[in-house]
């Protein structure tokens, strides 16, 4: 059970870093796509 929730945080937290540095970017199709693809992996990884 614990084992689980500190996965899930984890996965939490590297999602947030993920989507924060993505953010850094200057606004462009690249960063548009990028989000893009993190967004399709979410969706296929559940």
Do not use: W
Request: net charge positive.
């Amino acid at each position: 059970m614990f084992a689980q929730y500190r996965a899930a945080r984890q996965i939490s937290r590297d999602r947030r870093r993920l989507y924060a540095r993505i953010a850094t970017l200057p606004h462009s199709t690249i960063r548009e796509e990028l989000v893009a693809v993190a967004q399709r992996y979410e969706r296929n990884d559940r």
